[in-house]
Structure formats: C-alpha cells, structure tokens
C-alpha cells in the first residue's frame, strides 16, 4: 500500500470517529456521512473496520452506552427516558435493551449501586490496578478553557502492558526527527473502567513545537478537542491510573454535578511511566466537562 493511501484511510477513519463523537446524540445517517466524506459507504465501513478493529455501528454503540453510563449518575433529574433520548436512541425498550446486553443489568440497577460492581470486575482484570492503595479524595481540580492540539500519534487496542511498546516507536520517530521541544500526550479514546481492557482505544500521541520542521510523515495526525475541562495534576505509579480514572468518573463526578461530554479525556505527560525506569508518572489529566 502506498503511503499515500495509508495517510488517505486515517484520514478517512479520523474523520468519521470525530463526526460520531460530535453527532452522537442524533440519528446517525450513513447516506450523509459517505456524502460528506466523498466516499462510498462499502468503502467508509471497510476502512474504519482496517484502522479501529471494530465496525461503525460497533462503535457508535459503544460510545452512546458509556455516555449513558455516565448521564446515568450525573444528571440527577433525568428520568432513564431523558437519558436514552440524549444518547440518540429512539425508544426507551431499545435502550434498555441494549444496555442490559452491555452491562449485564438495567440502567435502574446501574444508576442504584451496580456501577461500582461492574467497574471493579474491570479494575481486577489488571494485575496492578487491583494492588493499587491509591487515594484521591482530597484532589481538587481546576476547570480551564482548553484549545485545539494537533498531535501525531499511534493508536494502540487494549490498556495493558504493551502500550510500552507504542510509546517506544513514538520515542524512535521522535529521536530520528531530531525533536527536542514536544509534549506527550495519551487519549482515552474510551472509558476504561467501563469498557473491558482488551477492547479499550488507547492513542499515544506527539506534540511538537509549531514552526518544527519534521522530516518524516509516516505517523498520522489528529486533533485533540477544544472545550472547557477539569484539570486534575497527579502523581504516581502505573496500578493507580486506573483507580484514578475510576474515581474521577463514579465519585467526584456525581458529586461534582457537572457532566462529561462525549469527549475523549487525555492525559499530558510531565513523565511518562511507560518510558521511565521506576514506572511512575506525572500528568495534568483533562476531563471534558459542562454545567
């Protein structure tokens, strides 16, 4: 394949994951999509099949159901109805539906206690995660106005070990560039306390300092959505991500009455634990939020 081409199909892919984050409360009409993108629908489906691992419709679902999983505990007053509708279904039954299938219990048992039971059946899929005594109960954030960041970057299936790996290569481009002054950045492209592991879009990313000249395009690039976030500044070890992450999401956002969007969090790296030699980290997390 030439490079060309591969640069054409991320693109395309990009493309596609950013209108179903931004239309993701909407009826997703696939007619609109292949004409807005100049292509045909055979080809659109194939090619985010090749880049993501996983089907459109497949995506489309998973992204509304930990929207819904979310709405669930953040918006109070919302009936199960008002939260179905928000997240683009049509009906309540088929909500209800699809989320039992997910989740393995319906959006009332969810909403009264079961996302703590799910979400540590999850945590205990990772050996560290599980050993983790981390506490974040007095961490407070701060809410800043982000802008656009345009980074290049590989995307890596599955939270696990092997992200090391990525970040390696990322590192490789990065000496063979001759970059000095660039920031790295992970993307959560889904909820890994809600999502199993195995199937969670981790992207590893590079941002460099405008006007740097870089000799090689073999990586893609993307933007990093703009918004209004919540800044929380953290340290430690590669086990307490998760239990971060687990907090941020089913206690200090309950209790925080803002929402989440359906944003992507990422995390920007002062040091990385997957390049470190102790496996420790230092990060400003970013959360998308609204009040």
């Not at 394949?1 to 931004?22: F, S």
């Not at 009409?29 to 629908?41: A, G, I, R, T």
């Not at 599980?130 to 701060?142: C, G, I, Q, V």
């Amino acid at each position: 394949m030439k490079k060309e081409t591969l640069q054409k199909r991320v693109q395309i892919a990009n493309d596609i994951m950013y209108y179903i984050y931004t239309h993701i409360d909407t009826n997703i009409n696939m007619d609109e999509l292949s004409s807005d993108l100049k292509v045909s629908k055979f080809h659109m489906h194939r090619v985010f099949k090749d880049i993501f691992g996983k089907n459109i419709y497949e995506s489309i679902k998973s992204i509304r159901l930990q929207k819904a999983s979310n709405l669930l505990l953040t918006n109070k007053y919302s009936t199960i109805t008002d939260v179905a509708n928000i997240c683009g279904y049509s009906s309540q039954t088929s909500f209800l539906r699809v989320f039992k299938e997910r989740f393995s219990m319906t959006p009332k048992e969810w909403k009264n206690g079961g996302y703590k039971e799910y979400s540590q059946h999850i945590i205990e899929q990772s050996p560290k995660a599980k050993k983790s005594t981390a506490k974040f109960d007095n961490l407070e954030p701060t809410v800043v106005k982000m802008p656009i960041i345009e980074s290049y970057y590989i995307r890596h299936s599955g939270y696990n070990a092997q992200i090391s790996r990525t970040w390696q290569k990322l590192q490789t481009w990065i000496f063979s560039n001759n970059i000095t002054e660039y920031k790295q950045i992970a993307l959560f492209h889904d909820n890994p306390t809600v999502t199993p592991l195995n199937e969670c879009q981790y992207v590893a990313c590079v941002v460099v300092e405008k006007g740097t000249k870089v000799k090689s395009d073999r990586l893609p690039k993307f933007n990093i959505s703009d918004g209004i976030y919540a800044k929380f500044d953290l340290v430690g070890e590669q086990g307490d991500m998760l239990r971060f992450i687990q907090w941020v999401y089913h206690e200090w956002l309950p209790k925080s009455e803002y929402e989440t969007t359906t944003k992507p969090p990422y995390a920007i790296y002062k040091k990385n634990n997957y390049l470190s030699e102790d496996s420790r980290f230092d990060i400003s997390f970013y959360l998308s939020i609204k009040f």
